[in-house]
Structures are given as C-alpha cells and as structure tokens.
C-alpha cells in the first residue's frame, strides 16, 4: 500500500518579474534553494528510520519537530530554508528506502556473477531449482565460522573479479600475439 501523497507546503518555485526583452504576460520560475540535511538531523532520521521505514504522517511531523528541536538556536528562529518539513521528512525517508534498494541488487548482482546464492526480498533463493541434498556431504565448517557482513564480501569479489578480467585481457593479447606469429 502506497502512503498518501502529501501536499506540498512550500513552494520551491517563486515567481520573479518579467525579464525586460520579455513579452508581457510572461514570467520566469525560479528554483528554489536545495535544501542541505545537517549531520544532527541525519542522526536523527537515522534513528527513526532503524524503527520504522515508512512513518505514517503523525511520526513523520514528530521527526520534523524533533529535527528543527536539534538544530534550533536559542534565541534565533529557524528560516524556511533551514526548516524541516514532514515533506522533506518523507523525501529523505524515499531516498533512503531507494538508496538501500539499489545497493542490496548491486550487492546480488555481484555475488551472482561469482556463482553465490543470494536470498530475494521475498525470502527465496536465486537457484531454488538446485536440489539442496547434492551438497549435504560436503564439509560446512569452515563456511559458518568465517562470516564477513555483505558489503566488505561485495568488495573483496569486486577486486577478484577485477584482477580476473586484467589477466582475460593479458592472455587475450598474447594469443593474439601467438596467432600473428604462426602465419
């Protein structure tokens, strides 16, 4: 199910007069300023998002107030620029659902291509078609006592992977090499 759309609550884009050489009746939007998270509000959205990924409207205005309570100065009253939204709240809670999207297939698509089963979201395999007892017999030790987490295992496959296609090209040229030597 799909959250409601929200309604937007500032506009980011402002009308200015009509340049001179321009026809009358005519105007030019602006963009707005992009807005720029603090690193004690991404602290905080952090801490939300750990909780829960899809806040309901009444948390994500908690988030927003408890941002702006971070990043308030005492005595000094927060611009609409430096000012959270439940908008903006909600935009970060997307990008950051999608940012996690894209890493977890970056992070398949490698352990794939070296031949690993990799979980879906749903919970099944990529080979459920591959009958688990052919492997029974093989010795399981060692497999569970050298855990590494996912992305350090990404990386140490990406630099393999790199080393291997540099040594493909190496010998592709000297079979090239050879190839022109026997004419």
């Known amino acids: 199910m799909r959250p409601a759309p929200i309604p937007i609550e500032d506009p980011e884009w402002r009308q200015t007069p009509p340049p001179v050489s321009a026809t009358s009746g005519t105007f030019r939007l602006w963009r707005g300023s992009r807005f720029t998270w603090r690193k004690e509000c991404l602290a ?42 439940s908008l903006k709240v909600y935009n970060w809670f997307a990008n950051r659902r999608k940012e996690i999207k894209r890493r977890a297939s970056i992070e398949a698509a490698i352990l794939e291509s070296h031949g690993m ?30 855990h590494q987490d996912p992305i350090s295992l990404a990386v140490e496959m990406a630099a393999v992977n790199h080393t291997v296609l540099a040594l493909a090209r190496q010998g592709a040229n000297e079979i090239k090499t050879e190839a022109l030597d026997d004419d």
Do not use: W
């Open 117 to 146: 089963d990799v979980e879906s979201p749903a919970g099944h395999s990529s080979s459920d078609d591959v009958d688990r007892n052919d492997y029974s017999e093989q010795d399981d030790s060692s497999s569970h006592s050298d």
């Open 44 to 85: 905080v959205m952090e801490s939300y998002f750990n909780e829960n990924q899809y806040p309901d409207e009444a948390k994500r205005e908690e988030i927003a107030n408890a941002c702006n309570a971070v990043i308030q100065k005492p005595g000094k009253k927060l611009s609409d620029l430096e000012r959270v939204t």
